[in-house]
């Protein structure tokens, strides 16, 4: 016995992709008849939802998986996945323009082709949701409900009128982009992270509103491919939470992008001419004017609470902060526990993944794993990017922990200056006295590969020395590690042990 399930206006119609559809939301799609108790119900089919559902299958639990949009989530559909597809297109037309650099004559003309570079990012969202799809989940026995979940109880939810009830639940819903309230805006018009990917125009000109890691990598990414980018950003330097050295080298690198950086600058209003959208700033009391075709809007995210009816579950959340969670990421509800960005301050990818793991294990077999034991590093996609892990200096210094960072410039990295990527650098944190690494930021082009070096010596205890004792390949970028980690060790050379060293050598 099946039902059908009958959506409205079927989600992927604005997607343009059949096979991405057929995978994350099948148009024939029949709900499963429910079992009469899963031993765990998740809600949202994000990497949260995802992870959990085939771990906690593979275990022998009976899951359910409600999804009222497309398998996949935020990261497949509209965040990591395109995102970085793109930057992959604009990277290429950026080091095509420098291609003289490297001893190559382009073309006379390079010609951006967006319509192709975004085709291209529709193959390779559809191409990654087999993984993932719904006919593939069915067959590990999760019961894949498309739908909207509503808790009726402290057990029990409804998925468009099917009441399916359970042990143990995970609320994964993710989050959604934060909408400025700039008057005119809504009747401009304006993209977010969900619109943005369905362009198949290049616009001429861009006003990007928000200098966080989404702002920042589209606004390069849209100026590498030609159109006029501005970005405005309410702050005095972006990427409010990286060390301002690193988000300075950033700035830079949007700037000689050709992006027009506006700095200290709130929207304040929007209206429309013609074709043209006129948004009026103020920056230290200076009133600008900035025309453009289209805007874009990365000023945050919030909470996926709306619509969960989480007080019938007898969960509290916040609409900001969004699900109460204690440090084994469960609810005021012992029954349910989340995961992902409806819970978590880090909203990543590898965050909502280990804290759905951490659910399974808590929630089904007595585990006690805590969220705060996790180490998470992450990365800002620009170019260079920026990757962190572990505690900042302010963070260390708050907590009156003594730290020493040990930094090498990518200049002094052979295989950097061979590549022509010499911008950014490695700054390993250490507590002071020991090799004990306490966090690091390292901005270079391949900043995400390098950063998970580090995040393996932090979570196996591997210090300082140790990481100077391993050899590295040369020549690879990720010797600056090596070098920060030799220069750790030079430390350890006290003026005693040199005379030492000295009297036996010339001895
Ligand atoms: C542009 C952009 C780029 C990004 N790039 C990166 C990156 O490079 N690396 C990285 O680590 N992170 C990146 N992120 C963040 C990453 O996408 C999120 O952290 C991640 O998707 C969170 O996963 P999640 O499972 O918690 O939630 P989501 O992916 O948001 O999934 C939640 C799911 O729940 C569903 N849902 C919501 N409410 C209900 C309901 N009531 N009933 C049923 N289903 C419901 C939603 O439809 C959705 O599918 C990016 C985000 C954006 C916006």
């Known amino acids: 016995m099946f039902q059908i399930h009958e959506a409205m206006n079927h989600p992927c119609e604005g997607v343009h992709d059949h096979e991405l559809c057929a995978n994350a939301r099948p148009p024939t799609w029949r709900n499963p008849t429910p079992c009469e108790r899963y031993h765990l119900l998740i809600v949202g089919a994000g990497p949260a939802g995802l992870v959990a559902a085939r771990g906690a299958a593979a275990l022998g639990a009976r899951v359910a998986l409600v999804e009222q949009h497309l398998l996949g989530g935020d990261c497949l559909n509209y965040g ?104 005119g805006l809504a009747q401009a018009g304006y993209l977010t992270n969900e619109t943005v990917f369905d362009l198949t125009a290049l616009p001429a000109s861009l ?47 949007l700037a000689s992008d050709g992006v027009e950086i506006h700095l200290n600058t709130k929207a304040m209003n929007v209206r429309v001419e013609g074709a043209k959208k006129i948004v009026e700033t103020i920056n230290d009391g200076n009133v600008a004017t900035i025309v453009v075709d289209e805007i874009l809007t990365g000023i945050g995210r919030v909470p996926a609470v709306a619509n969960l009816n989480l007080e019938a579950a007898g969960v509290a959340f916040d609409p900001d902060g969004g699900i109460q969670v204690d440090d084994f990421l469960r609810t005021t509800n012992r029954r349910i526990f989340a995961a992902g960005d409806v819970c978590l301050e880090h909203k990543f990818t590898d965050t909502a993944d280990a804290s759905a793991r951490i659910v399974v294990r808590n929630a089904l077999f007595l585990g006690r794993q805590r969220f705060s034991a996790l180490t998470i590093p992450w990365c800002t996609y620009t170019d260079p990017e920026i990757a962190h892990v572990g505690l900042y200096v302010r963070q260390a210094r708050a907590r009156g922990i003594p730290i020493k960072t040990f930094t090498v410039p990518m200049h002094d990295v052979d295989r950097a200056i061979a590549d022509g990527e010499e911008g ?28 998970n070096d580090l995040s393996l010596a932090m979570v196996a205890g591997i210090g300082l020395s140790t990481i100077a004792r391993v050899m590295h390949a040369y ?29 036996w050598i010339n001895r």
Request: aromatic share 6%; with cysteine.
């Open 424 to 451: 950014g650098f490695v700054k390993i944190h250490v507590h002071e006295g020991t090799d004990t690494i306490l966090g690091a930021t390292v901005v270079a082009r391949h900043a995400g590969e390098m950063i």
């Open 80 to 183: 990591c996945v395109p995102s970085k597809t793109l930057i992959r297109s604009s990277r290429l037309y950026a080091d095509m323009r420098n291609a003289t650099h490297f001893g190559v004559r382009p073309p006379d003309r390079i010609q951006v082709d967006f319509p192709m570079a975004m085709a291209r990012v529709r193959s390779i969202r559809a191409r990654i949701s087999r993984a993932d799809s719904a006919a593939r989940l069915a067959a590990e026995g999760i019961d894949v409900f498309f739908g909207t979940a509503r808790f009726t109880g402290g057990d029990t939810v409804d998925v468009e009128g099917t009441r399916l009830r359970f042990k143990k639940a995970m609320i994964a819903t993710g989050s959604r982009s934060m909408l400025p309230t700039i008057p």
């Open 475 to 503: 020549p690879t970028q990720a010797e600056a590690i090596k070098k920060a980690a030799n220069a750790y060790t030079r430390t350890r050379l006290s003026p005693w042990i040199a005379w030492l060293l000295r009297r």
């Open 207 to 253: 006003l990007v509103i928000g200098g966080g890691p989404v702002g920042c990598e589209l606004a390069q990414a849209f100026a590498r491919f030609g159109c006029r980018t501005i970005i405005a950003h309410d702050e005095p330097l972006f990427l409010p939470r990286e060390e301002r050295d690193a988000a300075l080298l950033v700035a830079e690198a």
